[in-house]
């Protein structure tokens, strides 16, 4: 399941993933968000932060994930990422350098600095 957080700047698109996240979860709240975002900002931010109870995602998920950063990959101005998940640090320290835009990862006892530097000026 994905969660949209609030209490985030406009050009930020913030969420918590628990549990399995499915295509569906993708093409309700996420695609959506993300949109919605493109439409009022040149380039958008993302705060993506994974909950204790998160399983994973179904192959349709990552479909859509490969999908959402493809299409758009000029608008993406930073990432951060809150997880202890080991295949996601390990996904992020191999590949974030394939990334348009600059990423950092975080642990979970680090998320008031993520906040902090999603939402803080280039």
């Known amino acids: 399941m994905i969660e949209i957080l609030k209490?985030?700047?406009d050009n930020v698109v913030a969420l918590s993933c628990e549990g399995q996240v499915t295509k569906?979860?993708?093409d309700r709240i996420l695609v959506p968000a993300v949109l919605e975002a493109l439409k009022r900002h040149d380039k958008i931010r993302l705060f993506y932060k994974t909950s204790a109870n998160f399983t994973g995602y179904d192959a349709g998920a990552i479909w859509e994930d490969l999908k959402?950063?493809?299409?758009?990959?000029t608008r993406w101005e930073r990432v951060a990422v809150?997880?202890?998940v080991d295949w996601i640090v390990q996904m992020m320290r191999l590949f974030s350098f394939l990334m348009p835009c600059p990423?950092?990862?975080f642990?979970?006892?680090e998320l008031a600095q993520a906040h902090s530097w999603i939402i803080t000026a280039s």
């Open 7 to 9: 209490n985030f700047p």
């Open 24 to 26: 569906e979860d993708y």
């Open 68 to 73: 959402i950063g493809v299409e758009h990959p």
């Open 82 to 84: 809150v997880t202890e």
């Open 103 to 105: 990423t950092k990862l």
């Open 107 to 109: 642990p979970p006892s």
